[in-house]
């Protein structure tokens, strides 16, 4: 069993920047596909970002609202996967979710689930 724990979330100001680490345990994260989703207060989840397993021929995505300015990336001697966050809004402001499915090129069916990091741009 795979698990997953988020953290790097805190409080910075607008402009600033925030690194995201979802670490796994039990498994290898090289096998997994790995998103971040968000949740803001009173919306719905979204996706964020997406690493395909190691080794498919998926390609990683961005949602348009952070191309640019959002970077994921993974560590498999880590087994960790990073969300590099610049150039923060505050409408990036949610907790921050990853989860993960084995084998796959997309995030799509995620079997497992971090219980997220909150994340607060504000001035």
């Known amino acids: 069993q795979l698990q997953l724990v988020e953290s790097g979330g805190g409080l910075v100001q607008p402009g600033g920047s925030l690194r995201l680490s979802c670490a796994g345990s039990?498994?290898?994260?090289?096998?997994?596909?790995v998103g971040w989703f968000r949740q803001a207060s009173g919306k719905e989840r979204e996706g964020v970002s997406c690493?395909?397993?190691?080794?498919?021929?998926?390609?990683?995505y961005y949602a348009d609202s952070v191309k640019g300015r959002f970077t994921i990336s993974r560590d498999n001697s880590k087994n960790t996967v990073f969300l590099q966050m610049n150039n923060l809004e505050s409408e990036d402001t949610a907790v921050y979710f990853c989860a993960a499915v084995w084998g796959s090129p997309f995030c799509a069916d995620l079997e497992f689930w971090g219980n997220g990091t909150l994340v607060t741009v504000s001035s």
């Open positions: 039990g498994r290898g994260l090289d096998r997994y596909a």
């Open positions: 690493i395909p397993a190691t080794g498919s021929v998926g390609r990683t």
